[in-house]
C-alpha cells in the first residue's frame, strides 16, 4: 500500500473517534456530529470532550467541518491514516469466495470475454467501477533463429524463445536469397542477440544495423532488417483495460455532478490516465490505494483507486482493480480486490 504519512498520529482516544467516524461517515455519507460519535464510539465521554478531540484531529488535517453542518467529515489524510492502520479488513465469506471463483472459473475458455467477466464480477460485487488491463505477454527471450528459403520471395523464420518455445513466421521479401546468405544472416543474429529478452534485440538490431551498415554487406542487412518483422509479431502488444460499472459511480452523491461525471466518463474512455494509474501498480507488492489526490489527477481527486498486480508462473502480466468515491467500504473493497488477483493468478496458471 501507499506509505503512510510522516505527521504523528493522533492519541489512542483520537483514533478510536476517526475510526468510529470514518465507519460512520462511509455508511451514512453524511458529516458526524458530536452526539452521533459519543453514543457509537461507546465511549463515556461528554461531548465538550468529543469536541475537543475532534478540533485535535481537524488540527492534525485528519478531518474538516463542512460550513453547512456542525459535524466533520474525514479528509483524504484521514482516509489513509484509517486504510494503514485503523481499519479492520473483511475478507469474503465463504459463500461469497465460492460465488467468485465459479463466475471467473465459468469465463475461463473464453479469452476474449474472460477479462470482461472478471471486470464485471468487480463492479457487481462492489457496485463501482472494476477495471483489468488485458494480460501482458509473458517476457520472450530469443534462444536461436533460423531462415530458411522458400519459393516466391518468401523465408520461413524459425525463432525459438523461452526454453522450448517454437514459432514460425513466413516473411515476404523483395527478392530471392540463397541458402548460404539466410545463414549468414542467421547465425549474426544468433552470436550477438541470444538469450536476450526479444523486444531488446528489435531495439539493438535498428542501432547495430545502422552503425554497421559500411561493414556489413547489404544482402545480410537485407534480410535482418526484414527478421525484425519476425520479432514484432512476437512482441506484447499495447497495454489495454476493459472497464465494468461506469454508470455505478452516478449513484454516488459526491460524483454526481454534470462535470465532475464528464470527466471520469471521458478518462475511461480515453484511458490514458486510468493505464498510468495501473501502470504505477505493476511491479506493487500487493495491494495499492490511491486516495483522492494521491492519484496525481485532478479528476480522481474525489476518487479512490484500489489496485493489484497479477501474475502467470514469476511474471507480473497485469493489474486489476476498483474506481469509487473515497467515501467507500475499505474494510471490504479491499479485501474483494486482492482476493480477486489471487482468483484471476490461479485460473491463469491453470490455464498455463
Avoid: W
Amino acid at each position: 500500500m501507499s506509505a503512510e504519512a510522516s505527521n504523528p498520529l493522533p492519541s489512542n482516544r483520537g483514533q478510536h473517534l476517526l475510526r468510529v467516524l470514518i465507519q460512520r461517515y462511509i455508511r451514512d455519507g453524511q458529516p458526524v456530529g458530536s452526539r452521533t460519535l459519543s453514543k457509537d464510539a461507546s465511549l463515556d465521554l461528554s461531548p465538550a470532550t468529543i469536541r475537543n478531540v475532534m478540533s485535535d484531529l481537524e488540527d492534525m488535517g485528519l478531518v474538516s467541518a463542512p460550513h453547512t453542518s456542525a459535524g466533520r467529515i474525514p479528509t483524504a489524510r484521514g482516509y489513509r491514516l484509517f486504510v494503514d492502520t485503523l481499519v479492520r479488513y473483511r475478507p469474503p465469506g465463504d459463500g461469497q469466495m465460492r460465488k467468485m471463483q465459479e463466475q471467473i472459473r465459468g469465463e475461463s475458455d473464453d479469452p476474449v470475454g474472460f477479462i470482461a467477466a472478471v471486470s464485471n464480477m468487480l463492479s457487481e460485487i462492489t457496485k463501482m467501477a472494476g477495471v483489468v488491463t488485458v494480460p501482458r505477454a509473458p517476457q520472450v527471450t530469443l534462444r536461436q533463429i533460423e531462415f530458411l528459403p522458400l519459393s516466391e520471395n518468401r523465408v520461413l523464420v524459425i525463432l525459438v524463445v523461452n526454453d522450448r518455445e517454437v514459432q514460425n513466421r513466413i516473411l515476404h521479401t523483395d527478392r530471392d536469397y540463397s541458402t548460404s546468405e539466410l545463414q549468414q544472416a542467421q547465425n549474426y543474429i544468433n552470436e550477438h542477440y541470444a538469450g536476450i529478452e526479444l523486444e531488446q534485440v528489435r531495439g539493438r538490431l535498428l542501432e547495430d544495423l545502422d552503425s554497421m551498415r559500411n561493414s556489413m554487406n547489404q544482402a545480410m542487412h537485407d534480410i535482418i532488417a526484414v527478421a525484425q518483422a519476425a520479432m514484432d509479431g512476437s512482441a506484447s502488444s499495447d497495454s489495454k483495460y476493459v472497464v465494468a460499472g461506469e454508470t455505478n459511480l452516478m449513484d454516488f452523491a459526491e460524483l454526481s455532478d454534470v462535470d465532475t461525471l464528464r470527466g471520469l466518463f471521458d478518462a475511461f474512455s480515453r484511458q490514458r490516465l486510468i493505464l498510468d494509474l495501473l501502470n504505477r501498480s505493476i511491479n506493487a507488492d500487493g495491494v495499492q490505494i490511491f486516495i483522492g489526490e494521491e492519484s496525481g489527477y485532478k479528476i480522481f481527486d474525489g476518487c479512490s483507486v484500489i489496485t493489484a498486480p497479477y501474475h502467470l508462473d514469476d511474471d507480473t502480466i497485469g493489474v486489476l482493480g476498483v474506481i469509487g468515491p473515497t467515501r467507500m467500504a475499505y474494510d471490504r473493497v479491499v479485501p474483494i480486490v486482492d482476493v480477486t488477483a489471487r482468483l484471476l493468478e490461479s485460473v491463469l496458471n491453470q490455464r498455463g
